[in-house]
């Protein structure tokens, strides 16, 4: 009989899925350790560290998602982002009122997060009495992605 031996191309995928898997379990048996010295630490009462710990083990992919995106390394997730970006926004517009969240996204590039707020507008005075206005003015603060520092604040225009 004739025996047939198998494709070269065949045991090198073969090797490289092995590969791959080993290389996952790995990375998986890690974060999952890491997590348990997390939980471990805030048991404890070590809330700041377990805390720090936990966005290190986050930022290991480049992003809070854990996607695999080529060229982005970014360090802030999208709830640090939108913190940051209240108290700067806080910090230059101190007097206003009713600031909601209305998304957040990131740049093209993946540089900035791009956190849109929206505020009540000033109340209008007609002949003496106060009118309240329904209408929202939106302004979008961008965020380094890297380092949470803010870059700058911008008037978002909605469509009518």
Do not use: C
Not at 88 to 96: A, H, L, P, Q, W
Not at 98 to 127: G, K, M, Q, Y
Not at 139 to 145: E, F, G, M, Q, R
């Amino acid at each position: 009989m004739n025996e047939r031996k198998p494709s070269k191309n065949l045991d090198a995928r073969r090797l490289k899925r092995n590969k791959d898997s080993r290389d996952w379990k790995k990375a998986h048996k890690t974060k999952v350790r890491a997590w348990s010295k997390a939980w471990a630490l805030e048991q404890a009462g070590n809330k700041e560290a377990a805390d720090k710990l936990r966005s290190a083990v986050r930022g290991e992919k480049g992003n809070d998602r854990g996607s695999k995106e080529e060229g982005t390394s970014v360090h802030v997730n999208s709830k640090t982002a939108i913190e940051r970006a209240k108290a700067y926004f806080n910090e230059i517009f101190s007097s206003v009122k009713d600031l909601r969240l209305e998304e957040i996204e990131r740049s093209s590039d993946n540089t900035n997060w791009l956190v849109t707020f929206s505020l009540a507008r000033p109340d209008l005075t007609i002949s003496g009495a106060p009118v309240t206005n329904p209408h929202r003015d939106y302004k979008t603060v961008s965020i380094d992605a890297k380092t949470g520092e803010p870059v700058a604040i911008k008037m978002r225009v909605m469509a009518q």
